[in-house]
């Protein structure tokens, strides 16, 4: 009877939290949504138009990466591996060593989990020219659960060397960074995720290797994060704070030049991330900071050695795992005491 | 063709073990498996490297890889007691940075899945892949006899060294591979199964191998520390360490005097 009870409360939940989000016009006010992934696929579409060495290998997901029409179009450029996500990330490498730039797709949960040591030696080690796209990142996959939920990637990735890790905020930065890799020589690591997003990203920047971009310029609180959980915060509104909010979307290498440009002026670091605590950006900063001669005050947000669980908005997940509104207010008053 | 190639085995033998005894020990058992198996595929002319390729995807039989390759002028034979030093790049594992070689391996199962990489992108070309018996534990090389088959790779050749032992053992007690050739028959591969140190045989395979529609398995029956006699067979030289003054004296003079 019980799990009847707390699913009561949650549909409760969810009723609440839609009526708040269209009080305020959304997650964020005036913004449009659009697919991470799918701007993933059709940006492959595209340049595979032009460049024939382009090739995937597929893990089978190629309709949940939006890969069907590459596949349809270039069927002998679509390497379908089944699920077999070992085999496929050293036939990736292989192919690279014929002169053709691989990207290797599927979920983060099985690429870059299942087989990383695959990874570090067939793609790293070998110096192979593969970029690793991986899907359904985070919390944000929402009801597929805990096993789905990949918390752990950016740190398997960011620990490898001649790997380099990148997460777009939103679809237009993933049209650029899938640009920007695709012309690389070296090995990457893409981390999408599933639901529609935001676009914040501004058109006219360029996506640079090593580049963080400030999507909001402010004085008393730098805020450090990658991928849409950090648009949420371009709306958080909370007393007369104003907030610097840096898009770490290159997250090895990371941007040591713009975080400590921002934290030398404002003295306070929050890092949100959706990832476990571990081996995350959060990690990064702190040690960079730690090296610097800046001692700010510092809180990470952050999943805190914890599995996930199924839930039908993520929002829900976030407020449970430390990522929600209230969690940052409380964060936000600790650092600004 | 042949006495070359057999002149050679018995030089690169006892190069081989020069090489384990100066350098203070390594992967010598499987190394005197997989030589005859090597010198073929380097010496029999029917592959030109570079331009065909070679995955060594048991990555810790170099020491006979580093012989043949030097023997074939990759690389000065002074290099050779360097292996597995400071600041060689003849490590204990294969890498790239040693002149002619592809692929770095030493987590085993990998290799045969990028050859069929290199085979599948590269259709003109023939692509050897050395893998051991007891790496056939490993479930990727499965994935990969499923990918070639799937892709129908008849350029990539699994040539494996099926000396029977593993590090901790026989591989029929370790994990039985059962029955090998049946298994890579159902999984669409045409499979051979030939005496790994009958050079007549294993030339005649390669070749044979070349002609297929299919991904090509050659099944070398080898012998674990082949020409040292307390080695052969005795799953401890898988990685020898400190070998004492009178074993290597003892087979040396076995090599030098073996036909």
């Known amino acids: 009877m019980s799990w009847k009870i707390s699913n009561k409360l949650q549909i409760n939940n969810l009723k609440l939290r839609s009526e708040a989000k269209s009080a305020s016009g959304g997650i964020i006010e005036n913004c449009k949504l659009k697919s991470i992934r799918q701007s993933f696929g059709d940006t492959l579409y595209r340049l595979a138009k032009t460049n024939p060495s382009l090739y995937v290998v597929d893990a089978d997901l190629k309709s949940s990466l939006f890969l069907t029409k590459f596949a349809q179009k270039f069927p002998k450029r679509f390497i379908e591996c089944g699920v077999a996500e070992n085999n496929a990330a050293s036939v990736a490498a292989g192919l690279a060593k014929t002169g053709k730039t691989v990207f290797l797709s599927s979920f983060s949960c099985f690429s870059p989990a299942i087989n990383w040591a695959v990874i570090k030696q067939s793609i790293c080690y070998n110096h192979a020219n593969v970029k690793i796209i991986g899907s359904h990142s985070g919390l944000m996959s929402g009801d597929l659960g805990a096993t789905h939920q990949m918390l752990e990637d950016v740190a398997l990735m960011r620990s490898l060397p001649n790997m380099q890790v990148f997460a777009p905020i939103d679809a237009l930065e993933t049209e650029k960074i899938i640009t920007t890799v695709s012309r690389s020589p070296l090995p990457a690591y893409i981390r999408l995720v599933r639901p529609p997003s935001p676009l914040v990203f501004d058109r006219k920047l360029p996506f640079t290797i090593g580049k963080s971009h400030l999507l909001k310029s402010g004085s008393d609180l730098t805020v450090l994060g990658y991928g849409p959980i950090l648009s949420n915060f371009l709306n958080f509104k909370f007393l007369n704070y104003k907030f610097e909010i840096v898009n770490c979307s290159s997250l090895k290498p990371l941007d040591p030049e713009t975080i400590l440009k921002s934290v030398k002026k404002t003295g306070r670091v929050l890092v949100l991330e959706d990832h476990q605590k571990s081996g995350g950006l959060g990690e990064a900063v702190a040690s960079l900071l730690l090296s610097s001669d800046l001692h700010p005050k510092f809180a990470h947000l952050a999943v805190d050695n914890r599995f996930g669980q199924s839930a039908k908005d993520y929002n829900d997940l976030y407020d449970h795992y430390g990522l929600g509104s209230a969690d940052i207010q409380t964060a936000i008053n600790k650092l600004m005491k | 063709m042949e006495t070359s190639l057999s002149s050679l085995s018995h030089s690169l033998r006892l190069q081989l073990l020069e090489m384990i005894y100066q350098s203070g020990g390594g992967h010598l058992g499987g190394s005197l498996s997989s030589l005859d198996l090597l010198i073929a595929v380097y010496f029999s002319k029917i592959f030109r490297f570079p331009g065909d390729h070679f995955v060594l995807s048991a990555g810790h039989l170099c020491p006979a890889l580093y012989t043949v390759l030097s023997s074939a002028g990759f690389f000065p034979s002074d290099f050779l007691t360097s292996y597995s030093s400071f600041n060689s790049p003849l490590q204990g594992h294969v890498s790239t940075d040693v002149p002619g070689v592809e692929y770095s391996s030493g987590s085993l199962g990998q290799g045969l899945s990028f050859a069929s990489g290199l085979a599948l992108g590269d259709r003109s070309r023939s692509v050897v892949c050395l893998t051991s018996d007891g790496e056939h534990q490993e479930g990727q090389i499965w994935e990969a006899a499923m990918f070639a088959a799937k892709y129908k790779l008849g350029n990539l050749i699994n040539l494996i060294d099926y000396n029977h032992y593993q590090i901790d053992g026989a591989t029929d007690d370790i994990m039985p591979l059962g029955r090998l050739a049946a298994k890579y028959i159902q999984f669409g591969w045409t499979v051979t199964t030939i005496d790994g140190h009958n050079f007549p045989q294993i ?55 073996f036909k």
């Open chain 2, 203 to 257: 030339v005649k395979a390669l070749k044979n191998a070349q002609k297929s529609d299919f991904p090509n398995c050659i099944i070398a029956k080898t012998i674990l520390g082949k020409g040292i006699s307390f080695m052969q067979y005795d799953y401890h030289y898988h990685d020898v360490k400190n070998l004492s003054e009178s074993l290597y004296l003892r087979a040396k003079n076995e090599l030098e005097n």
